[in-house]
Structure formats: structure tokens, C-alpha cells
């Protein structure tokens, strides 16, 4: 693997996996939703850390940056393993940002979009994860979130993909207004051609299956 190249960690559950405006992905992380969901993620995160383990194993020197940072459980434990790295993490929701500070106070947290990292310089970021937020994007986003992270890792920088494995959609619960937001499932084997085309190199892949919910 050559320094100036950027490489990707996948990981894949065939779960079902989400479409609509931006401002209803948010409101659907509100206040009840963030704190049961971080109540949640407690013991489920804990399936991931070995997939950071190998992202982490001599990463770059730099920032790390979680573009979905959700409940904040990934980014603890990346403090927890290297902490005296920089860490940066984001998220649609208000709520959810504030649910990840308590988490992960070392981190700086703010509200906003994976698809949009105009706030970071190119090649400024030693690695990025992304956790189970891609299917709330249609694949035009999907293509654009990858090649804003591709822009923004470092020559030899690493990014940790996890998303919803398959295919078709499913209708996420409603919320109490009535929207519906429309979660997408992306084939493996797409995501690996999206990858390559915005410039990563994927080193280690794995599915897992999980009861549908």
C-alpha cells in the first residue's frame, strides 16, 4: 500500500436499511429518540471495536473525525484507545450532538451534514468513521458523502465505513407529525465500486446478520 493511498474498513449488517429531507432524519433523533437510542448502543457498539482496533493500528498522525457521531460510543472509544488524539465527531441532531458530548466530552461535537465537510481543509484528517448513517441517504449522496471524505483524508489516511447491507428500502416508524423517512439498503458490491471510484482502497470487509427489526 503506497503512502498516497486512502483506504476503507467495511462493515455490513443485513439489516434493513433510510430517505427524506435532512430536517426530518433530524427530528426522528429528537430528545426521546437520542436518549433510548445512546441506552441502546451501550452494549451494541461493543460489536464494532474490533473493527477499530485495525483502524486504528498506525494510523497517520492527525484528527480523526466521525461525520455520524450518533451516540458518541465510537468516538469514546477511540479516546479510550488513543487519547492523546483529536478528535471531531458531528450529527444531524441537535439532540443526538448532545447525547455524544456527555458520552465523549474529549471530542469536539457540533450539529451538521456527513455530505458536507466544507469546513475542512483537503487532506487535513488522518481518518474518518462513518456508523449506520448512509442509509438515510439516497445514492447520489452516498457517492457525494464518499468523495468528501476521500477529499478530506490525508495521503495514507483511513476511513471506517459501517452501513445496512442489501437491497430495496423500508419505511422508517412515522413521526408524530407524519412524516415518513425512507431508509435505503446498498449492495456490498456497489459500495466497493463507489469506494474505488472516489479514490479508497478497501483492506478488510466483513458482514454480520442481524434480526430484522
Known amino acids: 500500500m503506497s503512502d498516497e493511498s486512502k483506504t476503507a474498513a467495511v462493515a455490513a449488517s443485513d ?14 433523533y429528537g430528545e426521546t429518540t437520542a436518549a433510548a437510542y445512546a441506552s441502546t448502543m451501550d452494549e451494541e457498539m ?14 497517520v498522525e492527525g484528527p480523526v473525525l466521525d461525520t455520524s457521531a450518533g451516540s458518541g460510543h465510537m468516538l469514546q472509544y477511540l479516546h479510550e484507545k488513543m487519547p492523546e488524539r483529536t478528535l471531531h465527531g458531528s450529527d444531524l ?50 457517492r457525494k458523502c464518499l468523495g468528501e471524505w476521500a477529499r478530506v483524508l490525508k495521503p495514507g489516511g483511513r476511513s471506517y465505513i459501517a452501513l445496512w447491507e442489501g437491497s430495496g428500502s423500508m419505511d ?4 408524530p407529525d407524519g412524516r415518513v423517512i425512507n431508509a435505503f439498503n446498498y449492495a456490498f458490491a456497489d459500495m466497493e465500486k463507489w469506494l474505488a471510484a472516489a479514490g479508497f482502497k478497501t483492506v478488510l470487509a466483513r458482514t454480520a446478520k442481524y434480526e430484522e427489526f
Open 15 to 28: 439489516a434493513p436499511a433510510s430517505e427524506d429531507g435532512t430536517d426530518a432524519v433530524a427530528a426522528f
Open 46 to 59: 461493543k460489536t464494532y471495536f474490533a473493527d477499530l482496533d485495525v483502524f486504528m493500528a498506525d494510523l
Open 93 to 142: 441532531s441537535a439532540d443526538m450532538v448532545a447525547v455524544a458530548k456527555k458520552k465523549c466530552p474529549s471530542a469536539t461535537i457540533t450539529v451538521g451534514d456527513m455530505r458536507d465537510l466544507s469546513a475542512w481543509e483537503s487532506g487535513t484528517v488522518a481518518g474518518l468513521i462513518s456508523t449506520f448513517a448512509l442509509h438515510h441517504v439516497g445514492e447520489d449522496d452516498v
Open 172 to 175: 422508517m416508524p412515522p413521526l
